[in-house]
């Protein structure tokens, strides 16, 4: 065999050793994972606002005119010391031209009935004097025996007949002095001068004050003004009673119990916020999400396990999540959800032989959005496949990315 004819079987064999070496699978390219122990922690999402446990709302206890509440939101107040507002009485109103002159006349009928009543008086006086003065010579006559004593007691019970008398005209000139007055209000209009001089005065006609001891959280009428009886002022609470209302999907709430732990997360601080389930609300309630779905949700109440100095930024009504702890298991085999699938109806994973690839029925426990408790079926260290997919089957041979 010539140098030549050896050239050309050497190239005729390379080409056949390339043919058969691309048409022979290769080795898929892979993203393993070595299945260890470790704690997992199965929780419930929701979202909601911090609140203060007890809000007191300072409202008005009369109608009248209340003065502008000078206290700011933030402000500490003390019970029964701190003043929230002070309260007057209202202002008559503008009297139109009909109902003025009506009230005017009522005071001239008023006075007339007054100059009467005190004409009466000076009649009952006058007669009164008289009547005395003939009693007095009735009973030096009757010392002397020149008139009867029944003469005298009667001349005694005239006086006092006429003494009622006085006395009865007396209280009806009262009575008349009285609607007098009364119908002198009727003609009172506003006087902007008086209201100046009452809101200047320090000295409280009906003094509002805190009924507990807190922090102002919202002022809810802030300017001075004419108020019916029940208007709210002002919302006290004291900022160290925090709790967190928290909305969650209702078929979530059911897994709950009271006394779970919970974390409060994306709250605008660098850590979480520990806290416990103090309340699982019995009614629900229908909220549209924004996807435009109807939801079914129910408020959880958490309390506040960490000490104040961990969440002393947070306030009334403030965002938070939260992560409700429902099942928990430590130091059992774990491993990620991506790299389990269904197959047959039964959870399996891929798991990795000297390289090769083999299908690894498995029985999962408790599981979360990552992890998955496995109880039987992969042991400490084995290797399995994080990312099954289509070209993944039994008896692969891969290779590791």
């Not at 390339?18 to 260890?36: E, N, R, T």
């Not at 129910?298 to 396990?305: D, E, H, P, S």
Request: glycine fraction near 4%; charge should be negative.
């Amino acid at each position: 065999m010539n140098i030549k004819n050896l050239v050309k079987l050497i190239i005729v064999l390379g080409l056949i050793a390339f043919f058969v070496y691309s048409i022979l699978p290769q080795p898929l390219a892979i993203d393993s994972y070595s299945v260890k122990k470790g704690d997992i922690i199965v929780t419930v999402e929701g979202e909601g606002q911090t609140r203060i446990h007890d809000i007191y709302t300072v409202s008005t206890p009369i109608d009248g005119r209340v003065t502008r509440v000078e206290i700011e939101a933030g402000d500490y107040v003390f019970a029964a010391e701190s003043v929230i507002a002070n309260m007057y009485p209202s202002n008559p109103a503008f009297l139109d031209r009909r109902t003025e002159i009506q009230a005017q006349a009522d005071v001239e009928g008023a006075k007339a009935a007054l100059a009467l009543a005190t004409a009466r008086v000076k009649q009952a006086k006058t007669e009164l004097e008289y009547n005395l003065a003939d009693n007095k010579r009735i009973k030096q006559l009757f010392a002397k025996k020149l008139i009867s004593e029944t003469d005298m007691e009667k001349s005694d019970l005239h006086i006092k007949t006429l003494q009622a008398e006085l006395e009865t005209v007396v209280s009806n000139e009262k009575l008349m002095q009285s609607r007098l007055e009364a119908a002198k209000t009727n003609l009172l209009q506003p006087d902007n001068a008086d209201l100046a001089i009452d809101s200047a005065n320090s000295d409280c006609q009906i003094c509002i004050k805190s009924p507990v001891d807190g922090m102002v959280l919202r002022i809810l009428h802030k300017s001075e003004s004419i108020v019916p009886v029940g208007t709210p002022l002002v919302e006290i609470g004291d900022p160290e009673d925090l709790e967190a209302r928290i909305e969650m999907l209702s078929g979530n709430a059911v897994k709950v119990k009271v006394g779970d732990k919970a974390l409060l997360k994306n709250w605008g601080g660098n850590h979480d916020i520990n806290a416990v389930v103090r309340t699982i609300e019995p009614s629900g309630f229908t909220k549209i999400s924004a996807l435009g779905i109807e939801q079914q949700r129910v408020n959880i109440i958490l309390n506040l396990t960490d000490p104040i100095e961990k969440w002393k930024q947070l306030g009334d009504a403030f965002r938070v999540e939260a992560e409700i702890i429902i099942d928990s298991a430590e130091d059992v085999l774990v491993v990620p959800l991506s790299a389990l699938f269904r197959q047959n109806q039964q959870w399996s994973v891929y798991k990795i032989v000297d390289d090769v690839t083999q299908l690894q029925k498995v029985e999962i426990g408790k599981r979360n959005d990552r992890f998955a408790e496995i109880k039987n079926g992969l042991l400490e260290n084995d290797e399995i496949v994080l990312y099954p997919g289509n070209k993944i089957s039994e008896n692969i041979k891969i290779i590791r990315k």
